[in-house]
């Protein structure tokens, strides 16, 4: 029996008994999601309310709820927000997406935990087909986007990788974004402040 068919229901037993934020799934095992801070979740809606507009019909962007579960690579994600036909939600049942539901994924780093977002991730999200990866730093005040899933020597990797600061214009997956719209966890103000 392969880690994700034992540790899945562990996984979502875990999330019910301890009204978790979200549990990830992969190779390295369950993962337990703290809840974010205010800046993280105000870069995620910035974000959503910039995608919304340039969505086409029938698209949306969904922020916060939805895991990618994709039992082919063994891995579970709950990324802060990802670009996704509406008839993905229309489903019956749990908000569980397809990884082929999903356009671009789009993460907020954490302070606790940037590695999830930066190692762990740029390799999930290849190996489950996902076109376009956005990292969001507000602890670097830093956007990166990967692009292009393509299978190399040691697997499934993003080809293109786009570096920007804060208040760059940023394209990804062909939408354009502001970056001045989001805020670093700690400016100058508060840092003196302490």
Same mark, same amino acid.
């Given at each position: 029996?392969?880690?994700?068919?034992?540790? %899945?229901?562990?996984?979502? *037993?875990? +999330?019910? %008994?301890?009204?978790?934020?979200?549990?990830?799934?992969?190779?390295?095992?369950?993962?337990? +999601?703290?809840?974010?801070?205010? %800046?993280?979740?105000?870069?995620?809606? %910035?974000?959503?309310?910039? &995608?919304?507009?340039? &969505?086409?019909?029938? +698209?949306?962007?969904?922020?916060?709820?939805?895991?990618?579960?994709?039992?082919?690579?063994?891995?579970?994600?709950?990324?802060?927000?990802?670009?996704?036909?509406?008839?993905?939600?229309?489903?019956?049942?749990?908000?569980? &997406?397809?990884?082929?539901?999903?356009?671009?994924?789009?993460?907020?780093?954490?302070?606790?935990?940037?590695?999830?977002?930066? *190692?762990?991730?740029?390799?999930?999200?290849?190996?489950?087909?996902?076109?376009?990866? +956005?990292?969001?730093?507000?602890?670097?005040?830093?956007?990166?986007?990967?692009?292009?899933?393509?299978?190399?020597?040691?697997?499934?990797?993003?080809?293109?990788?786009?570096?920007?600061?804060?208040?760059? *214009?940023?394209?990804?997956?062909?939408?354009?974004?502001?970056?001045?719209?989001? &805020?670093?966890? *700690?400016?100058?103000?508060?840092?003196?402040?302490?």
């Amino acid at each position: 029996m392969r880690p994700y068919d034992r540790l %899945r229901p562990t996984a979502i *037993e875990i +999330m019910e %008994r301890l009204d978790a934020y979200g549990v990830e799934l992969d190779d390295q095992g369950v993962h337990v +999601m703290t809840s974010p801070v205010n %800046r993280h979740e105000l870069a995620t809606s %910035r974000l959503q309310r910039q &995608l919304q507009p340039q &969505l086409a019909s029938g +698209m949306l962007a969904h922020a916060g709820t939805a895991e990618i579960d994709d039992p082919i690579t063994g891995r579970m994600r709950k990324p802060d927000l990802v670009v996704i036909p509406e008839a993905a939600l229309e489903r019956p049942g749990e908000t569980y &997406l397809r990884p082929a539901d999903v356009e671009l994924v789009a993460e907020v780093v954490s302070e606790p935990n940037p590695d999830n977002d930066y *190692e762990r991730k740029t390799v999930d999200y290849p190996a489950m087909g996902i076109p376009t990866y +956005m990292i969001i730093d507000p602890r670097k005040s830093t956007v990166t986007v990967f692009s292009g899933p393509a299978r190399g020597p040691d697997g499934m990797r993003y080809r293109v990788r786009h570096d920007y600061v804060f208040g760059d *214009e940023v394209t990804a997956g062909g939408y354009t974004i502001d970056s001045g719209r989001f &805020l670093p966890y *700690e400016d100058a103000e508060t840092s003196n402040e302490r």
